[in-house]
């Protein structure tokens, strides 16, 4: 109990914290690196009634000036010439908006959570390890005393 009552929380927290922070960071990068964008839909993307999203050509212009070109996942049924906001990296390349602190916290929570349930159930099995080992012993010390004692129990019923 004092393994559960010390442990679990120091696990849990240190797990949670620790979860959070490299979030955290790996947010920080991200934001650094990438920007938002308005971007014009060039091609027409088709009313699939199988994927909520499509791949699709649109085209933006850089903040110095250059136009680039590239391809990212449209709602279906999106018309050409709609316009829609994308995040790009520091080479231009399409990527995924940065990680966002909620996502940052869900993760150190789960993390958190995880290493709790983690440290009850390593518990856990470690008592019923101990308690099957110590049945064991005691199982093998009453079969010993009983090899004993079963002989002078059982002549008395062989008159």
């Given at each position: 109990?004092?393994?559960?009552?010390?442990?679990?929380?120091?696990?849990?927290?240190?797990?949670?914290?620790?979860?959070?922070?490299?979030?955290?960071?790996?947010?920080?990068?991200?934001?650094?690196?990438?920007?938002?964008?308005?971007?014009?839909?060039?091609?027409?993307?088709?009313?699939?009634?199988?994927?909520?999203?499509?791949?699709?050509?649109?085209?933006?212009?850089?903040?110095?000036?250059?136009?680039?070109?590239?391809?990212?996942?449209?709602?279906?049924?999106?018309?050409?010439?709609?316009?829609?906001?994308?995040?790009?990296?520091?080479?231009?390349?399409?990527?995924?908006?940065?990680?966002?602190?909620?996502?940052?916290?869900?993760?150190?929570?789960?993390?958190?959570?995880?290493?709790?349930?983690?440290?009850?159930?390593?518990?856990?099995a470690v008592r019923a390890g101990v308690?099957?080992?110590?049945?064991?012993?005691?199982?093998?010390?009453?079969?010993?005393?009983?090899?004993?004692?079963?002989?002078?129990?059982?002549?008395?019923?062989?008159?």
């Open positions: 109990m004092l393994v559960l009552a010390v442990g679990l929380p120091l696990a849990a927290v240190g797990a949670g914290m620790t979860a959070y922070g490299s979030t955290m960071r790996t947010a920080h990068a991200q934001t650094a690196q990438r920007h938002e964008v308005t971007a014009r839909l060039t091609s027409a993307v088709a009313d699939d009634r199988g994927a909520a999203r499509q791949p699709a050509e649109v085209r933006w212009t850089e903040q110095n000036g250059t136009v680039r070109t590239g391809t990212t996942l449209v709602r279906t049924g999106t018309p050409k010439g709609d316009i829609l906001r994308i995040w790009v990296d520091r080479e231009g390349t399409i990527t995924g908006p940065p990680v966002t602190a909620t996502t940052a916290w869900s993760n150190g929570f789960f993390t958190g959570g995880m290493a709790a349930l983690g440290m009850v159930v390593g518990v856990c308690g099957l080992v110590l049945d064991r012993r005691r199982f093998a010390q009453w079969d010993a005393e009983w090899d004993l004692v079963e002989p002078q129990w059982s002549a008395r019923f062989r008159r």
